[in-house]
């Protein structure tokens, strides 16, 4: 089992910056890569960003240039650098663990940003 805990959301103006945090515990040897994925008011979840254990990443066109996803596997910890903030980019914002046999996800944090 992987428990995820994702801190760092609020309210922002557009133009501005937050920095989400997943902090993983339990099973976390299991996991073979993190992404965030964010759900706007009457859409869809979608990818935002995903990392491999090798530090691959690959991100959403819509934050490319403004999103950071890192990993600190020394603190077991999961980040999202979300700069240039959009109205759009409004939503709840969660993150994701794949393992070989589950996946697993935290219970979102909210990003608002306003215009």
């Known amino acids: 089992q992987v428990q995820l805990v994702e801190s760092g959301g609020g309210l922002v103006q557009a133009g501005g910056s937050l920095r989400l945090s997943c902090a993983a515990s339990g099973s976390i040897f299991s996991i073979d890569a993190m992404a965030w994925f964010r759900q706007a008011p009457g859409k869809q979840r979608e990818l935002v960003a995903s990392?491999?254990?090798?530090?691959?990443?690959s991100y959403a066109n819509s934050v490319k240039g403004r999103f950071t996803i890192s990993r600190d596997n020394a603190h077991n910890t999961l980040y999202l650098q979300m700069n240039s903030l959009k109205p759009e980019d409004t939503g709840v914002y969660y993150c994701?663990?794949?393992?070989?046999?589950?996946?697993?996800w935290g219970q979102g944090t909210q990003v608002t940003v306003s215009s």
């Open positions: 990392i491999g254990n090798g530090g691959s990443t």
């Open positions: 994701h663990a794949i393992t070989p046999h589950l996946n697993y």
